[in-house]
């Protein structure tokens, strides 16, 4: 029956899929098109099999509404919301009722956007989904109404919220009323928040004026697909207005990603794996193993001898196994989400969720590089406040699903430089040491090499910290500390030794907890061995600390550094 609904949709489409004035149209059945993007002339059908992906370029085709559905929906599972709404002309704008009709007579549509129910891999989520086509998706009253109604609808049955965006912005004919759309859909999402349940908002070419403006970047997660264009103002208006031309890439997903606004850029044919992980990880009350394993410790250590110095120059080695390395064995699943939401994207600090046995958990780590260039990339892991602003903001999002976090502490030190300074890299340090301490969710740090001053610090206020065997943790570089206290850098060995900064005088410190003991210096050899380690003592960490309620968590974290 469902099926057959859709058939209806694809006949209505392939009739009139082309009488679309976009520049990348819709893909006819059983037909020669040329490509909009490289101009390829190439076979609907390979079109539709490569999910509207052009086979030669790579060129992502616009999607119907409903068959963007059917290409997630488990089969049969789609249950339309809404379809039909009244119409209005609410400032009785000359011709509107009949360029609706044409539209709907056009597309099949009754709007630009369709909503309903499906399952996605067995998971319940409410869906919305423009369709360009109509009045290139513009937001009216029905358009919001009919959006708003899902979202409410979502939040009222605990279900997660995707909203595939695509929109020119607000629709003109509708005036005041199509712009306070922005506001009624901005605050429905209010309740799906308060109900506890994810929005994943997808953004596809093009996502401009006020739906950017509104619900589109307002994802609890935001996604894009590669290349769409996403924006506030139209390039061409921007170009005109500043009068130059703008850079390649502008407003393209990737450039919102790099500037902190992308969570992720997702192939189209990665996109229902990922939604599916998505709201997997943003489900409460996962399952905690009754007695977790702890593991035996690694043999015996050996650096209780060691001068501090020379626990300085492990912890420093470039081969020395970083967050990466155990991210990847303790978290196979891990997916990194990008950005700030303000600035950037700061590649020196790395943030995304997993599924650790099964529980989801957040983790953040910082992040120096393998070979030059990537070392380059990330800044040689000294973050800047973008990094730092974005460990906030995933803290923000671990708190509202309840996940708890996990951090891996890594850096020199925060980044020191004129533009550190002009984006406010001690505010955004000090931001993270009060939302860390207030955090509502189990924090746990480990200090895996280097930790440098208040750029480790930041991450490091956690209910418990734990470091590696041959990791410190300093107020400064022994270096600097030798240049200010002896006027001498060179006297950073005598530092290193009555600084007290190695594992056991952290211990003995009270600043760390535990100790992650090494075998033998950690390197690409052994790092399985200790990250096999780290395991059970994290999921002993959470099954400890799980029916912690917030408050109780917050007043033990604040005991924990109010007896320095
Ligand atoms: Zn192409």
Redesign the pocket.
Known sequence: MLKYSFRKTYLRAEVTGLADSSPKPEVPDGMWIK??????I?YSGDVRQNLYV?P????YFRIHAYRRIHMLADRGSFREWNRVMPVINPIAFPGYEEKLSEAKERTGLDEAIVTGQISLQGNACAIAVCDARFMMSSMGHNFGEKLTLAIEKAAEDKMPLVVFACSGGARMQEGLVSLTQMTKTSAALRKLREAGQVFISVLTDPTMGGVTASFAMLGDVILAEPRALIGFAGPRVIAQTIGERLPKEFQRAEFLSEHGFVDAVVERKDLKEILSFLIRTHKSNPVYPEKPYIPELPKKARSADRPAWDTVLLSRKSDRPGAMDYINRLFPDFMELRGDRHYADDEAIVGGIALFHGIPVTVIGERKGGNLKERKRRNFGMPMPEGYRKAVRLLRQAEAFKRPVICFVDTPGAYCGVEAEERGQGAAIAECLRAFSGAEVPALSILIGEGGSGGALALATADEVWVMENAIYSILSPEGFASILYKDAGRCKEAAGLMRITASDLLSLGVAERIIPEPDPADAKNVGEIAEYMDGRILDFLCRKKECSPAELIEGRYQRFRRF
Do not use: Y
């Open positions: 490509c909009g993007k490289c101009g390829a190439v052009c030669k370029c790579g060129g």
